[in-house]
């Protein structure tokens, strides 16, 4: 079958050019490049952003179910591609907890072998970007279904019409908020997320159990700090406590050369740093505490809990300047998830299921979410598949998408319950994990026999 055969058009329009959206699309282009749609298919993305945020510059954690959607997603070469870009020395996808002393309390290692573990945000935003109509600095304000057709109208004004329209606007979605208003907003759970990278040199790290993988210290004040050793290229030395120096001479104090080096350095990907994610509990003003507060809090936490005399002097000494990032922590509800609807609209990734950062949750939804849809959209008649118009297939990949994600979303919260706890509840939760470090091994040893 051919697209003269055919003699059919196809407009899709998504909205929103994070991972769920650009991965859509570029699952698409690549189904046309590879002769798999046989219908005159226009895919435009447009994102709200004229420049990419700072999240870009972090880096993201990549789930067993994000890999395998990503293998799917990308040609063989733009895949090796990828991994190739982002060997950081990670090489297994399990995990170390730990005592503030670094004492062991549970390890596993799985997924060996298989990568990426984490990749360059920029990176893979570029590699999705490829083969991608992607129109940025155009905000959509309104869609609203027009016969048969759906109509987008941008916020300088001006509309124009689709056959289809992905809604992958993340967390704040105005789809999501004119589909389903009852559902404008995700709740805010009481957690906040600071994130940050040092340039301390893994070899001042030697305390440190595991440094292929990921670290997670579990403080006794509901707080938790992930500690994961990215591999690359030598950052330049950095002067001891300028992140505290700069931040005390206030918000126009100019950095000086030791920063400007690490800051040019990090434009590489490839630079090697630790990068840093502590969870805590949220209170009254966190929003605008400045990066020195946040600095001093997260040092104060680990001295509370006496923490390994190491891992104390890197905070004090190897936090980079401007790499210091805050947010609160929005969440979908489990069991709460947004009826099925019929029409030519629907939602994707963050816009459809917010996850909270644990375990690469977002990601692995975004891109299944991606592949699902892509999949959906390329059996339909109205691409030239033979499985049946898109209207009657669209039920299966929701329900598909909301089972997925409501295990992601129980997952994740409980993770992030687990690594949050104070008192009699920390205590219980560090013996368990202590029992479980004893036994699973044990009982592997004993089936071996």
């Known amino acids: 079958m051919t697209v003269d055969e055919t003699n059919r058009s196809f407009k899709i329009v998504i909205i929103g050019g994070g991972l769920a959206g650009l991965a859509t699309a ?4 690549r189904a046309q490049r590879e002769g798999r749609v046989f219908t005159s298919l226009t895919v435009t993305v447009y994102e709200q952003r004229s420049e990419e945020s700072s999240f870009v510059k972090y880096p993201m954690h990549i789930a067993p179910d994000a890999r395998s959607a990503l293998q799917n997603i990308l040609s063989p070469d733009s895949y090796a591609d990828l991994v190739s870009r982002s060997d950081y020395g990670i090489t297994h996808g399990g995990i170390t907890i ?3 002393q670094l004492t062991r309390l549970y390890a596993s290692q799985k997924y060996e072998g298989e990568q990426p573990q984490y990749v360059s945000r920029g990176v893979l935003k570029k590699v999705l970007e490829e083969g991608v109509d992607l129109v940025k600095g155009r905000r959509v ?3 609203r279904e027009v016969e048969e ?11 124009e019409l689709a056959d289809f329209v992905i809604g992958a606007d993340g967390v704040g979605s105005i789809v999501r908020s004119q589909l389903f208003p009852t559902h404008s907003q995700f709740p805010l759970l009481p957690h906040a997320v600071v994130q940050f990278k040092l340039a301390t040199p893994l070899s001042r790290l030697s ?8 670290n997670l210290i579990l403080g006794t004040q509901s707080s938790s700090f992930q500690i994961v050793p990215l591999a690359g290229t030598a950052l330049p030395t950095m002067t001891p406590g300028a992140a505290l120096n700069l931040s005390g001479q206030g918000p126009f104090a100019e950095p000086d050369n030791s920063i400007k080096d690490i800051h040019t350095a990090l434009e590489d990907p490839k630079s090697g740093y630790i990068f840093v994610r502590m969870i805590v509990p949220s209170f009254t003003g966190w929003e605008d505490l400045t990066e020195g507060a946040w600095i001093e ?3 104060k936490l680990l001295k509370d809990d006496v923490a390994d005399h190491q891992i104390v002097t890197a905070f004090e000494e190897d936090i980079i300047p401007g790499t210091v990032a805050a947010w609160g922590i929005v969440s979908s509800s489990v069991g709460n998830s947004m009826p099925c609807r019929e029409g030519r609209l629907v939602l994707i990734g963050d816009a459809m299921h917010a996850m909270p950062p644990t375990g690469g949750a977002g990601g692995a939804t975004a891109f299944k979410d991606a592949e699902g849809l892509v999949n959906t959209l390329l059996s339909s008649t109205e691409l030239g598949g033979t499985d049946g118009p898109l209207h009657t297939l669209l039920p299966t990949f929701y329900e598909e998408s909301t089972a997925r994600s409501e295990q992601y979303l129980k997952d994740a919260l409980h993770r992030l319950e687990v690594s949050n706890q104070s008192g009699f509840q ?15 091994p044990l009982s592997h040893w004993v089936a071996s026999l």
């Open 26 to 29: 570029h699952s698409l282009a």
């Open 98 to 100: 730990l005592t503030p």
């Open 141 to 143: 304000v309104r869609v």
């Open 149 to 159: 057709k759906v109509e987008v109208v941008f916020e300088e004004g001006g509309s």
């Open 207 to 214: 305390s440190l159990p595991d440094k292929h993988g990921n």
């Open 297 to 299: 809090k997260a040092i």
């Open 426 to 440: 920390a205590w219980i939760h560090r013996g368990l994990l202590k029992g479980m470090d004893w036994y699973y």
